[in-house]
């Protein structure tokens, strides 16, 4: 099993910044894609950014230019940069991982941009 832990929610302004950080920690031999979703309210979950092992990255349209995603392999974390944050930004934020092939999903932490 393993277990993931959110931090960094919180309130922004539009064109504001906020970074997201998600901690794996249990049964841990290989993780393969790590990664963020997001759900908006009335909206399905959607993917935000992943990141597999070897650094390749994969952006949502919405958010390329705009958030970066980054992984510390040794520390089994992933991180989520969010510049230049819009009111459609706001959603729960999902950490996801993918660990041989098993897949589990943080608990969520809101992300919330108002003017």
Known sequence: QVQLVESGG????????LGLS??????????????WYRQAPGKQRELVAVIIRDG????????KGRFTISRDN??????LQMNSV??????????YVNERGNVYWGKGTLVTVFS
């Open 74 to 79: 040794a520390k089994n974390m992933v991180d």
């Open 56 to 63: 390749t990255t994969n952006y949502a349209d919405s958010v």
């Open 10 to 17: 919180g309130l922004v302004q539009p064109g504001g910044s």
């Open 86 to 95: 819009k009111p459609e930004d706001t959603a729960v934020y999902y950490c």
């Open 22 to 35: 998600c901690s794996a920690s249990g049964v841990i031999l290989s993780i393969y894609t790590m990664g």
